[in-house]
């Protein structure tokens, strides 16, 4: 599903932000990316979406081998991934079906299957009644559980979240990480980067800590601290 092979990643600035990273996560799993600011996280989910490109080893994503990946194809990896970022990332001008409808359009998909997902996508984050409201008339928790709902209406193998909590008070943040939690047991594979020590201790899933650019602990059932 997800492997890394030896990964180095340098910037052209000469900051080596991912030094030897070897990793894989396989289909269904549900993995914590945890580390400090500047540990290389949006890096290496960078990577994943070839938003960037790796100096050296290679990136193995639901089957696409990225570094033999054409250009054109880029779309298709993209389509195979599902991302939520801390910031939501939803269009203003448009309401919760708009924003959700325009994610399927612009993959061209055929109006008859958007108004088909568009709905089955926001029950699935319990806001169908807010289908004709605009974002900002939303709570931030509200706000994240419709770019969930955005991110998955291509039925992506992947779920990937940057800091899907960080703009959110505890109450959402559970809220969401239930709900990311639901999509992995419906069988989407979950990656989620964060800083959030209460949730990934509460969670026991795996954790896969980094810093400076080297992945020190890989362990099931992980907490934020290791405690040995
Ligand atoms: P994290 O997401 O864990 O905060 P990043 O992957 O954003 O870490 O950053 C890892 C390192 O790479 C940091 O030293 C950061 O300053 C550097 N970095 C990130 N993006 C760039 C870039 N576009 N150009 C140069 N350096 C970058
Ligand atoms: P609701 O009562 O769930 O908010 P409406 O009665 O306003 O929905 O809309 C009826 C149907 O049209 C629903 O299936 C809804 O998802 C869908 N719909 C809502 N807004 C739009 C829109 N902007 N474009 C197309 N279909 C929409």
Redesign the pocket.
């Known amino acids: 599903m997800v492997e890394f092979i030896d990964v180095y990643k340098k910037?052209?600035?000469g900051?080596v932000?991912l030094k030897g990273i070897n990793l894989k996560i396989n289909k269904g799993d549900f993995a914590f990316i945890i580390?400090?600011?500047?540990?290389?996280?949006?890096?290496?989910l960078k990577l994943l979406m070839k938003e960037e490109s790796v100096t050296q080893g290679d990136v193995i994503v639901n089957g696409y081998q990225l570094s033999k990946l054409h250009t054109r194809q880029v779309p298709y990896l993209r389509r195979s991934i599902g991302m939520v970022f801390q910031d939501f990332r939803l269009l203003p001008n448009k309401t919760v079906y708009e924003n959700i409808a325009f994610a399927m359009e612009i993959t061209e998909c055929l109006p008859r299957e958007i108004r088909r997902q568009v709905p089955m996508s926001l029950a699935l984050v319990g806001l169908s009644r807010k289908a004709n409201a605009y974002p900002h008339q939303l709570s931030g928790g509200e706000q994240q559980r419709v770019a969930i709902a955005r991110s998955l209406v291509n039925n992506p193998a992947l779920l990937i979240a940057d800091e899907p909590t960080g703009n959110l008070d505890p109450e959402n943040s559970w809220e969401i990480v239930k709900l990311l939690t639901e999509v992995n047991q419906r069988g989407t594979t979950v990656v989620v980067?964060t800083h959030e020590r209460s949730i990934v201790d509460a969670m026991k899933k795996r954790v896969i800590a980094?810093e400076k650019?080297k992945i020190i602990r890989d362990q099931q059932k992980g907490l934020y601290v290791d405690e040995d």
């Open positions: 910037y052209p600035n900051t932000a580390g400090s600011s500047g540990s290389g996280k949006s890096t290496l980067a980094i650019g």
